[in-house]
């Protein structure tokens, strides 16, 4: 590795810049950009090492990147490879088609590397007869399998003593045939055995007349798995296996292919099966399938060792192929991301695995989870809205862990446990399940209503809570009071105390407890209508400033969660996802709103002109107008009454005011004549 990095160096290359992602990048447009590829400053590079595994591309194609084996594909692993391309190709610009077909005329021969290809080349083609200067990836992967065959072949021909299968081409079946019955003839024999020791057994170790009485109701056809685990057949004392008649129905068509198979073979035509006969079949299928996987073992190593030498000398020209193909796609996924980075994105970009449908939604950025622990430490520094899935393939078992992006839409019906469907590149299904859910916002318009929908689930959850709470108790209360009740009129009767038991029976009303709710309203209301008093000269001085109210208000309750959605969604980076599978991220990879929204699809429905029968019944238009006067007349009502704009409201003030006044004129009156008595008091005494 320490050799590989000097590669990568400094020139006075002319790169060509663009801004992708709203980050600026360098362009790998041209041959002539990825022959000058090492000369780039890795600080430019948007990544700088990824895992060979969870990557969309061949495998056979990362493992010849991955020089060194170590599981991951380094900078400088990629520009060895851009060194090694620019000795054997005349034209880099080849890379761009992305062909895995290559001419002896692309070929350079001035160069060792590019002789050997040549050689390589020329090997296969006339090994396999091919004519013409082209070669492709196809013919190798032929040359490789003939070659496979031709080595297994003269294996077996060098073998001194070659083993003779106990029944020649059908041993296979023999052997599929026995390991299908094993299991079965080797309990009734037992229970055969079981009988000998005592016939009082019998009955017991028989299928039971109550276990097919409890199942005769049902469809036998569907109750195959119940009879399955009847005995084989009627155990006896002879322990004859019946190969004809007396067979469990269930059992029968396996029975049928061990006859023809092995029996037949060994013994002719017959109806029974002694142990002794059963045991020597099965002696012999041991004996050949010990020698199948011993033979196979010493094959498969004998021919991977010739394979590797014959590999050995067609590999240039395979990792060129495999380079041709692939190289130049994986660079658009690597030194920068101009695959991820489209109009109209798809599952195109090395790390997207397919496409998950889940609550009306396409979500197109879905990513194999390597890690899980990784990605619940750092992927929420993302700020992407994440949804991780478990996903379980019917068709082949295969499963996968999968973390989507939602970009785009609302998430309400969005809960852990959620079913969905997941579709890999290829187009195989998965069951998806929901499995952990990382909450970023989604858009400005998600952010807006959000403060409303919590709220409304804490009103919710809080009344759902409080009145399961208020049952739960009322109940208790009630069957309390009630057993003592009874006790109660049961010791009153005995002791004349009727009225008294009486009396008890009625609950008083608990006004304490009504105090305390009347209470908060009217401090509730006291607090708006003190709110609105405070703003009525505003309020009534402009009709609009009522409007104006209510946008200011609804402002304060969304603008905090709109202002925060807003400095998320700015900084919405994919890198910290990448991270945790493995990834060496040296750049950011934003997700504005405007690419978010090309990476989550939603449903979209035309306008249907049908009637719908089940339809909730509309209300006609005059009686919205109605409704909505009505509420209108409420609200100015409110406004005007905690503003004290009503007339009468303003009549009760004037009245007020004079009496003030009023008042305040005697108190006046008083004090003058007080003051002119003691005036007239002190003119006296000086006199």
Same mark, same amino acid.
């Given at each position: 590795m320490?050799k590989?990095?000097?590669l990568?160096g400094?020139t006075?290359?002319d ?7 709203g980050?600026?990048r360098?362009n790998?447009?041209?041959g002539?950009d990825?022959a ?13 090492s990824?895992?060979v ?8 194609t990362?493992k ?11 900078a400088a ?18 890379? &761009?088609?992305g062909?895995?077909v290559?001419?002896? @005329?692309?070929?350079r +021969?001035d160069?060792d590397?590019g !002789?050997?290809? =040549? *050689?390589?080349?020329?090997?296969i083609?006339?090994?396999l007869g091919?004519?013409?200067?082209e ?5 190798v992967?032929?040359?490789?399998s ?6 297994r072949?003269?294996y077996?021909?060098?073998e001194?003593?070659?083993?003779e ?5 059908g ?8 390991s299908?019955?094993r299991?079965?003839?080797?309990d009734?024999?037992m229970?055969?055995r079981?009988v ?7 009955g017991? &170790?028989?299928?039971?007349v109550?276990q097919i009485? @409890?199942i005769?109701? +049902?469809?036998?056809?569907q109750? !195959?798995?119940? =009879? *399955? ?7 006896s004392?002879?322990?004859q296996?019946?190969?004809?008649e007396g067979?469990?129905?269930v059992?029968?068509s ?10 037949v073979?060994d013994?002719?035509e017959?109806n029974t099966l ?10 012999k ?8 996987a011993?033979?196979?073992?010493a ?9 590797a030498?014959?590999?050995a000398a067609?590999?240039?020209v395979?990792r060129?192929l ?6 130049y796609y ?5 030194v920068?991301?101009s695959t991820?980075?489209?109009e ?10 397919g496409r998950?449908?889940?609550?009306q ?15 619940l430490?750092?992927?929420?520094q993302?700020g ?6 478990h ?5 082949n078992?295969?499963?996968?862990d999968i973390?989507a ?12 446990g ?5 579709y ?7 069951d998806?399940?929901?499995t ?5 916002p ?9 403060p409303?929908?919590?709220f ?7 009344i759902?809570k409080s009145a ?21 009129l049961a010791?009153?009767?005995s002791?004349g105390?009727e009225?008294?038991?009486?009396e008890?029976?009625?609950?008083p009303?608990d ?7 009347f209470?908060?309203?009217g401090?509730a209301f006291?607090a708006?209508?003190?709110?609105l008093?405070s703003l009525?000269?505003f309020?009534?001085a ?11 208000v609804v402002?304060?309750?969304?603008g905090p969660?709109m ?8 900084k ?6 990448l ?8 750049s950011?990879i934003k997700?504005?709103?405007t690419?978010g929204a ?5 449903a979209k429905?035309?306008?249907?002109k049908g009637?719908d029968?089940?339809?909730?019944k509309?209300m006609?238009?005059?009686q919205?107008?109605?409704?909505w006067?009505?509420a ?8 005007l009454?905690f503003?004290?704009q009503?007339?009468w409201?303003?009549?009760a003030?004037?009245v007020?005011?004079?009496e003030e ?6 108190e006046?009156s008083?004090?003058e004549?007080v003051?002119e008595?003691?005036?007239e008091?002190v003119a006296?005494?000086a006199?």
């Open positions: 320490a590989i990095a000097k990568i400094k006075s290359y790169w060509k810049y663009s801004t992708v992602g980050v600026t360098v790998i447009t041209s002539e990825i000058h590829l090492g000369e780039l400053d890795q600080k430019m590079w948007t990544v700088l990824c895992p595994e969870g990557l969309v591309c061949d495998e056979r990362l010849l990147l991955d020089t060194d084996g170590d599981g991951k594909i380094r692993e990629v520009v060895a490879a851009t060194k090694w391309l620019k000795q054997v190709l005349k034209e880099m610009d080849d890379l &761009l088609e062909k895995d290559v001419a002896e @005329g692309q070929l +021969e160069s590397e !002789q050997k290809v =040549i *050689a390589s080349a020329k090997l083609k006339s090994e091919i004519e013409g200067s070669i492709a990836l196809a013919d992967e032929r040359y490789k003939e070659y496979e065959k031709k080595f072949e003269e077996t021909a060098l001194e003593a070659p083993y299968p106990p029944y020649g081409e041993s296979d079946a023999a052997l599929d045939a026995v299908a019955v299991a079965k003839v080797e009734w024999f229970r055969c079981l000998q020791f005592d016939s009082e057994a019998q017991v &170790l028989d299928v039971q109550e009485a @409890g005769s109701g +049902e469809n036998l056809s109750s !195959q798995e119940k =009879i *399955a685990a009847y005995p084989l057949a009627r155990p004392v002879d322990a296996l019946p190969l004809n067979i469990n129905p059992w029968r396996a029975m049928d292919k061990l006859v023809s198979a092995a029996v073979p013994y002719g017959k002694s142990e002794a006969e059963w045991n020597a079949i099965v002696g299928v041991d004996a050949y399938a010990e020698w199948k011993k033979g196979e073992s094959m498969s190593e004998a021919v991977a060792a010739k394979m030498e014959s590999e067609i590999e240039p395979e060129l495999h380079y041709m193909r692939d190289f994986l660079l658009k996924n690597y920068v991301f991820f980075y489209k109209n994105s798809q599952a195109t970009s090395t790390f997207q695995v998950l449908f889940i609550d939604r396409e979500c197109s950025l879905c990513i194999r989870v390597s890690d899980m622990g990784k990605q430490a750092t992927a929420s993302s992407i809205y994440l949804v991780y899935c996903c379980t393939s019917k068709a078992g295969e499963q996968m973390v992006a939602l970009t785009d839409g609302d998430v309400d019906g969005l809960v852990e959620k079913n969905a469907v997941f890999d590149r290829a187009g195989q299904d998965y998806a399940v929901v952990k859910i990382i909450d970023n989604i858009s400005i318009r998600q952010a807006f209503w959000s409303y929908r919590k409304g689930r804490w009103v919710s959850e809080k759902t399961s709470e208020k049952e739960s108790k009322q109940f208790d209360e009630m069957t309390s009071k009630a057993d003592s009740a009874t006790t109660d010791t009153a009767a002791e105390k009225k008294e038991a009486a008890k029976k009625a609950l009303f006004i304490a407890k009504f105090a305390g709710i209470a908060a309203i401090l006291g708006i209508g003190g709110a008093a009525g000269g309020v009534v402009r009709w609009y400033n009522v409007l104006l109210l209510v946008a200011a402002l304060c309750i969304s969660s202002l925060l959605a807003w400095l998320k969604l700015r919405r980076d994919l890198g910290p996802v991270n945790a599978n493995g990834w060496a991220i040296n950011k997700i504005n709103t690419f090309t990476l989550t699809s939603i429905y035309p306008k249907v009637i029968p089940f339809a909730s509309k006609p238009w005059w919205k107008c109605l409704w006067l009505l209108a007349v409420v609200v100015a009502f409110g406004v009454y503003t004290h009503l007339p409201q303003k009549e003030v004037a007020e005011v004079v006044v009023s008042e305040a004129a005697v006046q008083a004090e004549v003051e008595a003691a005036v008091a006296e005494d006199e």
